[in-house]
């Protein structure tokens, strides 16, 4: 399997942010990095059913020592509010989110993806964690570094959304 730019973007910020721990939902944006994750030793890879249950388990690999990142579709974001907004009244639990913000500005690819894709900012917003929206491959490593580097200063988590043009 060849890797997009994306893919290799992705796993070389993952790395340069000391990211080992990544748990995934299927996502069309994702599909050229995360079957290369799940064969690098240097990352647990663990495929989770919700994105609820992706916060949760990001959570606990953090209080276990890992790095973690929850890798899903900005709809999924909705799915795991309830948990990333419970987490708060432990003072929060640091790790990334990486997000295919789908219905972004732009996009032309269906429909479908607009009334979750407008919802994704503000709900991030209203939770009060951090975000930045890439829309180019080659700004994707830099963000995840940065996003990494918010993570581990603010003690909570924050968010990369990977937009039109790069998802």
Known sequence: MTMTNVATETIAGLKAAGINFVASLPSSAFTTVL??????????????????????????????????????????LLMGTYALACMENFGGIPFLLVLDHRGDFGEGDGYWYFPT????VPTLEMLGIPYTVVHSADEVRQAIVDGSRTVEASRRPAAVLLGLGVA
């Open 35 to 76: 079957p290369v994750i799940a064969d690098d030793p240097e990352f647990l890879h663990v495929q989770v059913t919700n994105e609820s249950d992706g916060v949760s388990i990001c959570a606990g690999a953090r209080l276990g020592g890992k790095r973690p990142v929850l890798m899903a579709e900005n709809s999924g």
């Open 117 to 120: 894709g407008r919802l994704a």
